[in-house]
């Protein structure tokens, strides 16, 4: 067992811990997911909190930019879409569900998986990563100030 700094409440970890957390706290950090440890009862939560971030209004711009271009992508896609498998089913599609789009009779599927990676070469050539773009979205969802400037910066473009 490794104990902590001293001067510190004593907490006793084994090696195998330590680099369960060092893990975890690389996960968190590459994936944006938070990881909790729990030592108590040696377990550990993963939840996908985006933790608070501000983003300048250049950030928002080149979000808002991105978000039209894909939107009208979107809208035009899936009404091709649409036709072929019904709206019920194409309402349900998204990009990060690939057994979903796996399903798709062969031409609706190009069509998806087309949309997916024009949306990804929008968003790079707007200036951001899709993790930027996503961590964005996130946020917005949950901001209620930042969804405002998002739909302010948006009624200027």
Same mark, same amino acid.
């Given at each position: ?41 040696? /377990? ?74 024009? /949306? ?38």
């Amino acid at each position: 067992m490794i104990n902590t700094i001293k001067g510190l409440s004593t907490i006793k970890l084994s090696t195998s811990q330590i680099i369960l957390m060092l893990g975890l706290s690389s996960l968190g950090i590459l994936t944006g997911v938070t990881p909790e440890y729990h030592t108590q009862s040696n /377990s550990f939560k993963i939840s996908n909190q985006v933790l608070a971030q501000s983003f300048s209004d250049a950030d928002l711009t080149r979000y808002a930019q991105a978000a039209i271009e894909i939107e009208r992508l979107r809208r035009s896609t899936f009404a091709n879409i649409e036709s072929i498998v019904g709206q019920e089913r194409s309402s349900q599609l998204a990009c990060h569900q690939k057994d979903s789009i796996n399903e798709l009779p062969s031409n609706a599927r190009t069509m998806m998986n087309d949309f997916c990676q024009n /949306s990804e070469v929008i968003v790079r050539r707007n200036g951001l990563t899709m993790n930027q773009f996503n961590q964005i979205t996130q946020q917005v969802r949950q901001d209620n100030e930042l969804r405002s400037r998002l739909r302010d910066i948006t009624r200027q473009l």
